[in-house]
């Protein structure tokens, strides 16, 4: 899978992230990504109060959110076999700064649109941060299970895109999602030094 054709990501994640800061601090890491998959439950969570009227977006995220707990409950599974407690919840600072480019004012369908593309930015980052793990981490248990959590992104990732698209109406997707993926690229370049999924 190539970021460029599919996440359609401009600054990949230098590989040596992994070997310099994820294999010295797995137990961050796996604290980090729990509160990643909670968040974005809670993300599906937020859609659906916003949303109640748009039944096809409440059922996706219905079952977005019982898919992204689910991980959260993978990753506290491997935290608790390794001896490791879960820890606090980290600021997630990328997260933070993708954010602040969201449209806050406008029609619900303006900020509909922007807070879809927002959550699609998210889940194609974590996806290329988990494929870029799975292909360099030296631990065969976290390499297979970031191999198959990047599959699970990629479907997220298109799914909030089709639903942008879908409910747009006069709404240009596709230049707000290139807008969104040259925003994304100046930020990410502070990124991919931090014991954090999107640090």
């Known amino acids: 899978m190539s970021e460029k054709t599919i996440l359609k990501l401009q600054l990949p994640t230098d590989p040596r992230w992994v070997k310099n800061v994820v294999e010295s601090n797995i137990e961050e890491i796996l604290t980090d990504h729990a509160y990643c998959e909670q968040k974005a439950a809670t993300n ?9 009227n748009l039944s096809d977006v409440v059922q996706e995220m ?6 992204e707990m689910e991980h959260f409950r993978l990753v506290h599974n491997i935290i608790l076999a390794r001896g490791y407690v879960l820890g606090k919840e980290r600021k997630d600072s990328y997260v933070g700064e993708l954010f602040k480019f969201l449209k806050h004012g ?18 194609a980052r974590s996806c ?12 065969e248990e976290l390499a297979k299970f970031y191999h198959e959590l990047m599959v ?34 100046q930020v990410i370049q502070n990124y991919g030094k931090g014991e954090t999924i999107h640090g």
């Open 62 to 67: 219905i079952a977005l959110a019982q898919e």
């Open 128 to 139: 290329e941060r988990f494929k870029v793990l799975s292909e360099n981490i030296n631990d």
């Open 152 to 185: 699970s992104e990629a479907t997220h990732y298109s799914m909030f895109i089709r639903l942008a698209k879908k409910h747009a109406g006069t709404i240009d997707v596709d230049a707000r999602w290139a807008a969104f993926l040259a925003y994304e690229a």
């Open 44 to 52: 599906a969570i937020t859609l659906i109060i916003q949303n109640p």
């Open 106 to 123: 406008g029609s619900r369908i303006d900020q509909l649109i922007d807070r879809l593309l927002f959550s699609a930015m998210i889940e």
